[in-house]
C-alpha cells in the first residue's frame, strides 16, 4: 500500500490540516480502521472502492464516492475491502464551516455526499476528481475548491476560536476559563457553541480529550493507558476507561488489541511545508 500526505496551500493552513490518501496494489485488500468520535472533519474522494460501513449485526451500507465525515458520537467501523484509492482532507477543529453552507451541527455524525454538500458544485467537483491523471492532480483540484470557497470571517468566530483554543489545551481547560479568554459570559458561550455545532463546550472539552489520548496510544505502541490517560487530563485510569468504553461500547484494552492490529487513520506530523510523502509499506 501506498500512503500520501500534503501540506495545505499557505491560505488553507488556518483551517486544514492536511491532504492525504492512500492507495492499496492491485489485488492486495487491507483491514480498513473503525473510526472514533473526534473535534475535526475528514472530507474523503474515493477513486477506489468507497468505503462501506459494517454494522453491528453483519450488513455493510457502502458511502457515496464523495463524502464529508463528521464524527462526534458515532463509531465508524469500516469493513475490509480491496481496491482502496482515496484522496482526502482533514479540517482543524471548528473549521469546517468555513467551506460547507451547512452548519456543524447539521453534519454531525453525517456521511453527506458531495452533492448533499454543495450541490451541483459538488457533482462537478466530483466527476473532474474522476477524470484526474494521479493523487497530485486531484489534491490540486480539491485545494483549488477549496481555496474559491472559504469564507473569510466564520459564522460565529467566538465559537471558531474557543473551539480551536479548547482543543490546544486538550480539554484542560474549564468553561469558565474558555468564556474569560474569549471575553464572553459562560452562558453566552454556550448558547452559541451549541447552536453552531450541537453541543456544549464542555462536551466539545471532553470529546478533545479523548481523541488526544487514543491518538497518543495508537500512535506510540509503547505508551500505557495509565500514562497516556493522565497526560491526556484525565483523573485517572479509571476515568479515561469508563468515557472510552461509553464512547467506543468496550474497554480501551480491548479496543486497542484489536486496533493495533488492523490500519489506522491517525497521521504523524508533517516534516515539511508541500511535502509528499510516498510510497509506505
Known amino acids: 500500500m501506498i500512503t500520501f500526505q500534503q501540506a495545505p496551500a499557505p491560505l488553507l493552513r ?15 485488500s487491507i483491514g480498513l480502521p473503525a ?18 460501513l459494517r454494522g453491528a449485526d453483519g450488513p455493510v451500507a457502502p458511502l457515496a464516492a464523495g463524502h464529508l465525515l463528521c464524527l462526534r458520537r458515532a463509531v465508524a467501523d469500516l469493513a475490509p475491502q480491496p481496491g482502496v484509492g482515496f484522496v482526502a482532507v482533514r479540517f482543524r477543529a471548528g473549521a469546517v464551516g468555513r467551506f460547507v453552507p451547512l452548519a456543524e451541527s447539521a453534519l454531525r455524525d453525517e456521511a453527506p455526499s458531495f452533492d448533499e454538500v ?12 474522476s477524470e484526474a491523471a494521479d493523487w497530485n492532480a486531484r489534491a490540486a483540484l480539491l485545494q483549488r475548491f477549496l481555496l474559491a470557497r472559504v469564507r473569510a470571517r466564520a459564522a460565529d468566530p467566538w465559537v471558531e476560536a474557543g473551539m480551536a483554543l479548547a482543543y490546544r489545551e486538550g480539554g484542560r481547560l474549564r468553561v469558565e476559563g474558555l468564556a474569560d479568554r474569549l471575553g464572553l459570559g459562560r452562558r453566552q458561550l454556550e448558547r452559541r457553541w451549541r447552536a453552531q455545532t450541537g453541543q456544549s463546550p464542555a462536551e466539545f472539552a471532553r470529546l478533545a480529550r479523548f481523541q488526544r489520548t487514543v491518538r497518543r496510544l495508537m500512535l506510540d505502541r509503547r505508551a500505557r493507558v495509565v500514562d497516556a490517560a493522565l497526560e491526556g487530563g484525565y483523573w485517572d485510569q479509571a476515568h479515561f476507561v469508563r468515557d472510552f468504553a461509553g464512547r ?5 484494552g480491548a479496543w486497542l488489541a484489536a486496533a493495533r492490529a488492523r490500519t489506522h487513520f491517525y497521521n504523524t506530523r508533517l516534516e515539511a511545508a508541500g511535502m509528499l510523502c510516498a510510497p509506505s509499506p
Open 14 to 28: 488556518p483551517f486544514v490540516d492536511r491532504l492525504w490518501g492512500w492507495e492499496t496494489a492491485p489485488g492486495e
Open 35 to 52: 473510526l472514533l468520535p473526534g473535534t475535526g472533519a475528514e472530507l474523503y474522494f474515493h477513486y477506489g472502492t468507497p468505503f462501506r
Open 118 to 129: 454543495w450541490g451541483p458544485e459538488g457533482r462537478r467537483l466530483q466527476e473532474r476528481l
Open 248 to 252: 467506543v461500547g468496550m474497554p480501551p
